[in-house]
């Protein structure tokens, strides 16, 4: 029996499917997903996850020295703190003992704020566009993979030279290779992660998709311990520990390592990864196109009965309540996570005395424990409700960051990164499908699109939001205030979400019975 086939075709049956004889290129055999074909294609996904578990510690810690080298931030700072003085002081006061801060005011954290919300910036902009040219794109290559062939290269030598640029000093020349960076990934991001789908059947997306994550994973942990293993290295070959005051100088070493990571994830796409001939996929379509007409007067007709359907689903008061404040609660959880994301390599650096590289390494904990909890997360959802475990997850999390700013204690530290992950996870198991349950099995398109809405508006607004909140405050400390708040605000939002929770199987169950 001849397989469907997705990533290339040499053939076509009677039906004007695409089939190929060359097996190697398969995304199943047998009605089963060919796992390791599908890891080749996930090699693509996993160059973009090295990157960005690099980006956003290396990157801060670049633009800080730099911002704070600049004469122009220094001379705006300098004014701020003429303007206003009791806050200069302030200021000053809380950052005493921190050497970054100890001249009051300083617009450092709010423009490094603002400089990363660049990449969800152009990811909203830009992503969108892309995927939708991978669509349309008819070339020798296939859709997707003439974006990944061009855009990954690009992205590599970007980012290679981004710690090189600043190490000459230029922010100008810096700020101009980071936007360049952030504009060529979007380039490629979203048909590497359309590639999966496109060339798996969709019965079998779900299993493929477990995989292309945990390719991901894999990258991202070889971007978090890549600082690690170059300062090993770089001591064994010039006899120089690194540390928070010289880490610059591995800097362009850990950025080579995503690159060329990223570099081998595209030529493993070029040469083991096929889709089909565009001349066979016309064929395939046009050969369909008669089936389509065929049943298209009969899916009018059925369109007509679904709106009318929706009609009659509209959403209650209550519900669009629920919706309202549950977007809210997901805002302001997102803005506290992400603060902690973005920042805590230059909290680490301050309050901890850590390298970047020994940052990494502690995030890597919270991540690990979350990936632990993910189970765990769902039952105790299913038993408790959805509602509830997020609840429960929001304030182990905003205790566990309090008990840090009262006990100041490394120790502590490490309880925080264990509970925070296992708290994060509680969380983000249960607040997409509560959202979804508000919609209904007939909107999970549309309620999907406003989780992500949420999502991404708190994590573009929060970056410049901390930003001012430790311009003011003079110290990196307050992430462990500014968090909480976030934590606080988004509890009391949920606390009036009166829908979302699944309906138990023992209702269900008594209802059925009831109606028979």
């Known amino acids: 029996m001849s397989s469907h086939i997705f990533l290339y075709g040499n053939s076509l049956n009677s039906q004007g499917e695409i089939t190929m004889n060359n097996t190697f290129f398969c995304a199943r055999e047998n009605g089963k997903l060919h796992r390791p074909r599908t890891i080749l294609t996930g090699f693509g996904f996993m160059a973009s996850s090295i990157a960005w578990a690099i980006y956003d510690p290396y990157i801060t ?3 800080e020295r730099l911002l704070n080298a600049s004469e122009t931030i220094t001379a705006w700072s300098a004014k701020l703190n003429e303007m206003f003085p009791v806050l200069a002081k302030f200021a000053e006061s809380q950052g005493e003992n921190v050497t970054t801060a100890a001249g009051g005011i300083t617009l450092v954290p709010l423009f490094i704020g603002i400089i990363m919300t660049f990449d969800n910036i ?3 902009i830009f992503q969108p566009t892309f995927g939708k040219l991978s669509d349309r794109c008819h070339s020798r290559l296939g859709k997707r993979r003439p974006f990944i062939v061009f855009g990954a290269p690009v992205s590599a030598f970007l980012f290679a030279v981004i710690p090189w640029i600043a190490l000459s000093g230029s922010l100008p020349l810096t700020m101009l290779f980071i936007i360049l960076f952030v504009f060529s990934m979007s380039l490629w991001r979203a048909p590497v992660v359309a590639l999966m789908p496109a060339l798996t059947p969709p019965a079998l997306r779900s299993e493929g998709n477990a995989i292309i994550n945990l390719m991901g994973g894999i990258g991202s942990a070889i971007g978090m311990f890549a600082g690690t293993v170059v300062g ?4 064994l070959a010039t006899g120089v520990q690194i540390t928070t005051e010289n880490e610059q100088i591995a800097f362009p070493y850990v950025f080579l390592t995503g690159a060329i990571v990223m570099v081998i994830g595209m030529l493993v796409i070029l040469f083991f990864v096929k889709e089909p001939s565009s001349k066979l996929e016309a064929i395939a379509e046009q050969n369909k196109a ?6 298209a007067k ?5 369109k007509k009965a679904a709106k009318a359907a929706q009609k009659a689903q509209k959403l209650s008061k209550g519900e669009r309540k629920s919706l309202v404040f549950m977007l809210g609660g997901l805002f302001f959880l997102f803005c506290g996570t992400n603060a902690i994301t973005t920042f805590f390599a230059l909290f680490a650096a301050e309050i901890l005395g850590k390298t970047t590289a020994e940052a990494t390494i502690m995030t890597t904990l919270f991540a690990v424990c979350s990936a632990v909890a993910a189970i765990p997360a769902g039952y105790v959802g299913k038993k408790l409700g959805r509602k509830k475990t997020i609840l429960l997850g929001l304030a182990v999390f905003m205790a566990a960051f309090l008990l840090y700013v009262a006990t100041k204690s490394m120790a502590i530290i490490w309880v925080v990164l264990v509970l925070g992950g296992f708290a994060n ?10 959202v979804l349950e508000i919609g209904g099995n007939d909107k999970v398109g549309t309620f999907t699109g406003y989780y992500y809405t949420a999502t991404f508006s708190a994590q573009i607004a929060s970056p410049i939001i901390y930003g001012i909140v430790r311009m ?9 205030i500014y968090s909480p708040i976030m934590f606080i605000l988004s509890m009391l939002c949920i606390f009036f979400v009166k829908h979302g929770e699944a309906i138990p199987e023992s209702v269900i169950k008594a209802a059925a019975e009831e109606n028979n």
């Open 298 to 302: 009969a899916e009018k007709e059925a």
């Open 232 to 235: 090993v290295f770089y001591k």
């Open 290 to 295: 008669a089936d389509a007409a065929a049943r």
């Open 61 to 63: 810690k670049i633009l």
């Open 472 to 480: 003011l405050s003079g110290t990196y400390m307050s992430l462990f």
């Open 122 to 124: 152009f990811g909203v």
């Open 425 to 434: 996870m509680f969380i983000t198991v249960n607040t997409l499908p509560l």
